[in-house]
Structures are given as structure tokens and as C-alpha cells.
């Protein structure tokens, strides 16, 4: 393992003013974005619309840092017949593959899942690199409930995430390491931040166990905000306080960055949240996003299948890129989302 690499490129994921367009929706997840926007889920359509994203020149070379694809996506060749990875790379971003394969139900445990994909992972790895992917992602996904998460589920997912993370690193790959509290409950901030705090501190046991270099990863964390359908919904200025403090106490500053996930917030409450991070600076690790729906939902409809909308499909990705690539650095304001509008 060179580490030298690993932490160049790790470090230049998480590029002030940059961020990671996760790009990796599953065949299932981008069935329902086209359903919604009238388009048919059939490989062409699909490879259409990805090659629309990664030739936006604007949004490519200034804000995005490196594109995460599906298996899919890593094989496919534009209309022209580039490969897909070649125009991510051409444009200056890294090329990325989520490798992790679903969840399955937790035994023993109502209600919780684990991730899986961890057989065979090492010479999928091989390929992956030799195609041209620099880092991988893999999801736990950890639900807040009646009595869960258990620490049993809280385990076995900090588990298999860092081993996922130690295969990267010795087939030369960054792993972006997500463990993702879903804020899809009725509970509030603070009792997303306790459970954070667990999965965190648990994440972080055992990569010190399995010999991750903590300088050659990405962490792709929630932040701690209130579930949706809570009552009380937090402000952005405690959301961006409450989350800084949590990452402070939990990820050493040998991480050289956190990309947070969107989670289900709107475009603009994910790249206000990040903005007001930046205000809490100066900050031990690099801070910025690797969105997928909250950069992905405008273009999706601009687009709209339509070979003549594609421009329009590049325009809306070019300014959420924009939006979010200043939020990175603490300097967005809302008033730039309505002079564009």
C-alpha cells in the first residue's frame, strides 16, 4: 500500500470549493427518479443522462472533485464511444465506484439491516482499478426506531465497513467509509446526535482494529439534523453547530475529509447546513459534500429524456454544483438561488 497516494488523492477529493457528485443510484433507485420525470429506466436512457452530467464542463472541472458510478455505469462508453471514465477523468474529476451490494435483514434483529458484498470484494477491486477508479464507497444504513438501532446492529455494520475499508486500501483504493443515520423518523436532533455519536465512535474502533490508514480515507457522514417527520424541526444554525461538535469529538484529524451525504434534505437545506459549517471554522479535516439527489433532482427535470434539454440538464447541474462548491467554502448565500432562478 502506498499511502503517499492514497492520501493525495483522499486529499484531493475534499478540495476547497469542490465536492463528490454521487452518481451511483442502483438500477431500482434511478427506475424511480425517470418514473418520476416521465423517462424510461433502459441502459441507453440511463447512460444518456450520466453522460450528460459528466460533460458539463463548468460544474465538472470547477466544482466537482470526483464522480462515485454504479457497476453499470464503470463499463459503459459515451455515444461517441469514450469511455465514461475517460470524460470524468478528461474533465479533471476522479473516477469512483460504489462496491458495496444492498442490505439484507439483520437475524435476530427486527427492523435493522447489514450491509453485504464483502465476498469476492478483492479481485472486484482489481478491476475496478484497472478500469480507472481511484476510490470506492460503501453504505451501512443505520435506522433510529422504537428500540433501535442495537448495538448489534451498530456493530456488525462498523465491522463490515471497515473491512470493506482495509481491501480497499490494499488494492490502492480510497475507500469513502459511510456509515448513514437515516432521518427518516419522527426523532428529533438530539436524538440523532447520540446515535451518531455511537455509530461514529464504533466506525472508528474497528478501522483502528483492521489497520486502516485513517490518512488514506474519506468519511461520508449524516449530519446531526431532526428526523422528517419530527414536530420540531432544527434550525440551520444548530444543525451546522450541533454536527461540528459531533464531528470534533468523534473523527481524529488524521481523516483528511468528511463529505456529507444529503439524506433526504432539500437541495437548498443541504448546501445552507454545509455553508454554515464553514462559518464554525477554522476545522481540523476538509468539509464538503458528496451529494447525489440534492445536485441530481434539478437537472433530472430540466433533462426530461430530451435530447433538447440537454443544455438545460447541464445548466441545472452546473449551478446546484456551483451552489454547493461555495457552500464548501463558506460562501454561499441564498439570495445567489434566486438571482438564478
Not at 464522480?67 to 464511444?81: H, R
Not at 442495537?150 to 481491501?167: E, Q
Not at 443541504?270 to 451529494?291: C, D, E, I, R, V
Request: glycine share 8%; with cysteine; proline share 4%.
Amino acid at each position: 500500500m502506498n499511502l503517499t497516494e492514497l492520501n493525495k488523492i483522499a486529499t484531493a477529493m475534499v478540495a476547497p470549493g469542490k465536492g463528490i457528485l454521487a452518481a451511483d443510484e442502483s438500477s431500482g433507485t434511478i427506475k424511480k427518479r425517470f418514473d418520476a420525470i416521465g423517462v424510461e429506466s433502459t441502459e441507453s436512457n440511463r447512460r444518456d443522462y450520466r453522460e450528460m452530467l459528466f460533460r458539463s464542463k463548468e460544474a465538472m472541472s470547477q466544482y466537482i472533485s470526483g464522480v462515485i458510478l454504479y457497476d453499470e455505469t464503470i463499463w459503459q462508453a459515451a455515444a461517441d464511444g469514450t469511455p465514461l471514465v475517460k470524460l470524468i477523468e478528461s474533465s479533471g474529476a476522479i473516477p469512483g465506484i460504489k462496491v458495496d451490494e444492498g442490505t439484507q435483514a439483520l437475524p435476530m434483529c427486527p427492523g435493522e439491516l447489514v450491509t453485504v458484498g464483502l465476498d469476492k470484494l478483492a479481485e472486484r477491486l482489481k478491476k475496478y482499478y484497472e478500469r480507472g477508479a481511484r476510490f470506492a464507497k460503501w453504505r451501512a444504513v443505520i435506522d433510529i426506531g422504537s428500540g433501535i438501532p442495537s448495538m448489534t446492529a451498530i456493530s456488525v455494520n462498523a465491522h463490515a465497513l471497515a473491512r470493506y475499508a482495509a481491501l480497499c486500501q490494499a488494492a490502492q483504493i480510497v475507500p469513502i467509509v459511510e456509515p448513514e443515520v437515516l432521518m427518516d423518523g419522527d426523532h428529533d436532533i438530539d436524538r440523532c446526535y447520540e446515535v451518531t455519536q455511537r455509530v461514529l465512535n464504533k466506525t472508528f474502533q474497528e478501522l483502528r482494529v483492521q489497520r486502516v490508514a485513517l490518512e488514506g480515507m474519506v468519511l461520508k457522514p449524516n449530519m446531526a439534523i431532526s428526523g422528517k417527520k419530527c414536530a420540531k424541526q432544527a434550525s440551520v444554525e444548530e444543525v451546522a453547530e450541533k454536527t461540528i461538535r459531533l464531528l470534533k469529538a468523534c473523527v481524529p484529524a488524521a481523516v483528511p475529509g468528511i463529505a456529507f451525504l444529503s439524506g433526504g434534505q432539500s437541495d437548498e437545506e443541504a448546501t445552507a447546513h454545509l455553508n454554515a459549517m464553514h462559518k464554525l471554522g477554522p476545522l481540523p479535516w476538509g468539509l464538503t459534500f458528496s451529494y447525489g439527489r440534492a445536485l441530481q433532482a434539478a437537472p433530472q427535470k430540466a433533462w426530461s429524456g430530451k435530447a433538447e434539454n440537454v443544455a438545460a440538464g447541464q445548466s441545472a447541474f452546473s449551478h446546484r454544483a456551483r451552489m454547493n462548491g461555495l457552500a464548501s467554502r463558506g460562501e454561499w448565500q441564498s439570495s445567489l438561488e434566486k438571482k438564478a432562478a
